[in-house]
């Protein structure tokens, strides 16, 4: 079962621009942590953010988190070519390292 | 430093046949884990092991799918036989404490 939903599916900017995904979830967390993962490849973590906590930052991305809507967004800024992949949200309710993944969101940054 | 590894990175066999998927953690890392990615879909864990111990195996299919961690370090998943719906991505992760889990490439399975 997935606890996440993500939106948009798919979504196709130009380099340079933002690219925003969103992420809803149905229970209460500990935390929520955003994964990529490039074509044919394993998922590569990007950020950890906990439940006390609305908004983080690490280079180009920021993560809000709003517990009472249930949902979070992942923004990417100036995005680049390399940035194309599949984003995933994932949780975690007990901090037990027990993760729920999204579906995904796929990115496509256009040269 | 080495990352996750995991083999065969592609496997194709016929339905009833078993088949196992190896995979060595991060040196260190006490917690490892197996989990299922269909195409289009986010991974579904399917077991979790601190140390040698599966502290939550309650999503792997005990009928056909088995795992083993001994010495707490790389881990097998076998599936005896599969099946055409066992096709799919099969991703092992591992991590130190809770920390962020760092993921393998995967073993794409077909089976037809």
């Known amino acids: 079962s997935q606890q996440g939903e993500e939106d948009p599916q798919a979504l196709s900017i130009q380099e340079g621009e933002n690219a925003t995904m969103n992420c809803s979830y149905k229970t209460s967390i500990n935390n929520l942590q955003w994964y990529r993962q490039n074509s044919g490849r394993g998922l590569v973590h990007l950020i950890l953010i906990r439940s006390n906590e609305r908004e983080k930052h690490s280079g180009r991305l920021r993560v809000t988190l709003d517990t009472s809507k249930k949902s979070s967004s992942l923004l990417i800024t100036a995005s680049r070519a390399a940035d194309t992949a599949s984003y995933f949200c994932a949780t975690d309710a007990r901090n037990t390292g027990k993760l729920i993944f999204g579906q995904g969101t796929t990115l496509q940054v256009k040269p | 430093e080495a990352g996750v590894v995991q083999s065969p990175r592609y496997k194709i066999i016929e339905k009833k046949q078993p088949v196992a998927f190896w995979c060595n953690p991060i040196s260190g890392h006490n917690t490892l884990y197996w989990y299922l990615q269909n195409l289009g879909q986010g991974p579904e864990l399917l077991i979790r092991?601190?140390?040698?111990?599966?502290?939550?195996d309650s999503q792997l299919p005990k009928d056909r799918f088995s795992a083993e961690r001994l010495k707490g370090v790389d881990s097998t998943l076998k599936i005896q036989p599969a099946e055409l719906g066992d096709s799919a991505v099969y991703l092992c992760a591992s991590s130190l404490n809770l920390n962020e889990q760092f993921f393998g490439p995967g073993t794409r399975l077909t089976v037809l």
């Open positions: 092991y601190e140390n040698e111990e599966a502290v939550d």
